[in-house]
């Protein structure tokens, strides 16, 4: 008799490793990391020390590992933004919507963009990170340029003030959803962001 069998199918079922790893990220993106303990990291995920360490042996293992999700996260989005043929300005406000609307429905998303964006000078000089980080800033910095060589986005301002300013409503927009609690209602709208620095709106 034939043994009868099942397809397999990908499960997405969280498990406690899961949980203690975006509790270790929603911690570094507020917690100095000399400041953060292995004790706090488990009141926040809600599990026993041992737990913590059967996983992540230290906190400096559980960084690498809060930093490998990181970067998994953004680097795909990255690399599908450099791969567009339309326009800069497009890629730079669909880029800007893409994150908007990822604030509004993911809460992990907030604390993510903070570790990637914001805090690598309170924590350990990660290479994979800051690489990120540099790439994301170098690929902004050339949509603006391109977006102003258009005359699509204004040149009043640099690339540079520009990137800061985007900078600057983002940070605020993460530390609207960390701090105040997450919600749709404490995200602005896409086009709040990119319209000011588009040529003709001023």
Same mark, same amino acid.
């Not at 996260?73 to 300005?89: G, M, S, V, W």
């Not at 690339?159 to 800061?164: A, C, G, K, S, Y």
């Not at 300013?165 to 990119?194: D, F």
């Given at each position: 008799?034939?043994?009868?069998?099942?397809?397999?199918?990908?499960?997405?079922?969280?498990?406690?490793?899961?949980?203690?790893?975006?509790?270790?990220?929603?911690?570094?993106?507020?917690?100095?990391?000399?400041?953060?303990?292995?004790?706090?990291?488990?009141?926040?995920?809600?599990?026993?020390?041992?737990?913590?360490?059967?996983?992540?042996?230290?906190?400096?293992?559980?960084?690498?590992?809060?930093?490998?999700?990181?970067?998994?996260?953004?680097?795909?989005?990255?690399?599908?933004?450099?791969?567009?043929?339309?326009?800069?300005?497009?890629?730079?406000?669909?880029?800007?919507?893409?994150?908007?609307?990822?604030?509004?429905?993911?809460?992990?998303?907030?604390?993510?963009?903070?570790?990637?964006?914001?805090?690598?000078?309170?924590?350990?000089?990660?290479?994979?990170?800051?690489?990120?980080? #540099? !790439?994301?800033?170098?690929?902004? *910095?050339?949509?603006?340029?391109? /977006?102003?060589?258009?005359?699509? &986005? +204004? $040149?009043?301002?640099? #690339? !540079?003030?520009?990137?800061?300013? *985007?900078?600057?409503?983002?940070? /605020?927009?993460?530390?609207?959803? &960390? +701090? $105040?609690?997450?919600?749709?209602?404490?995200?602005?709208?896409?086009?709040?962001?990119?319209?000011?620095?588009?040529?003709?709106?001023?």
């Amino acid at each position: 008799m034939k043994k009868r069998t099942v397809p397999r199918t990908k499960t997405t079922v969280k498990t406690r490793r899961d949980d203690i790893l975006e509790a270790g990220i929603r911690l570094f993106a507020r917690v100095p990391f000399t400041e953060l303990t292995i004790a706090a990291v488990a009141r926040e995920a809600n599990c026993g020390h041992s737990l913590v360490y059967h996983y992540f042996t230290n906190i400096n293992r559980l960084y690498d590992e809060c930093v490998t999700h990181v970067v998994k996260r953004y680097t795909p989005f990255i690399d599908h933004l450099k791969a567009l043929t339309i326009p800069a300005e497009l890629v730079l406000t669909g880029s800007i919507a893409k994150l908007v609307e990822a604030l509004k429905k993911d809460k992990l998303t907030a604390y993510c963009l903070s570790m990637l964006l914001y805090t690598h000078k309170q924590a350990p000089r990660n290479k994979s990170l800051l690489e990120v980080q #540099d !790439e994301w800033s170098k690929l902004f *910095l050339k949509l603006i340029n391109n /977006g102003q060589k258009n005359e699509r &986005i +204004i $040149t009043t301002l640099s #690339d !540079e003030e520009i990137l800061n300013s *985007l900078h600057t409503m983002l940070r /605020g927009l993460i530390s609207a959803q &960390i +701090i $105040t609690g997450h919600s749709p209602g404490n995200v602005l709208k896409a086009s709040e962001i990119y319209l000011p620095i588009m040529k003709g709106t001023h």
